[in-house]
């Protein structure tokens, strides 16, 4: 059974930074697909980065230049690193991982930024 903790979310000021961590339990990481989407209140889910078993990395256009994506197979672990943080990034961030067609999310970390 494959499982998503996540964990490093929080309230900051605009302007901030956070770092969300994602580790992986019961999956060969090495070869899963991950990522991470939000949701904010009375919206959708949303697509904010993914990081392929390759490496090859995909953004939102409203993240890129300010959000990181990476990965640390031996942890079996992928970050999100977050910078220059807007009130519009407030949402709950999720955690997810695909290897073959099974796709696993995590159970959710709050952030909120403040104006």
């Known amino acids: 059974q494959v499982q998503l903790v996540e964990s490093g979310g929080g309230l900051v000021q605009a302007g901030g930074s956070l770092r969300l961590s994602c580790a992986a339990s019961g999956t060969i990481f090495r070869i899963a697909d991950m990522g991470w989407y939000r949701q904010a209140p009375g919206k959708q889910r949303e697509l904010v980065a993914t990081i392929l078993s390759s490496g090859s990395t995909n953004y939102a256009d409203s993240v890129k230049g300010r959000f990181t994506i990476s990965r640390d197979n031996a942890k079996s672990t992928v970050y999100l690193q977050m910078n220059s943080l807007k009130p519009e990034d407030t949402a709950v961030y999720y955690c997810?991982?695909?290897?073959?067609?099974?796709?696993?999310w995590g159970q959710g970390t709050q952030v909120t930024v403040s104006s």
């Open positions: 997810w991982g695909r290897l073959g067609f099974s796709a696993t």
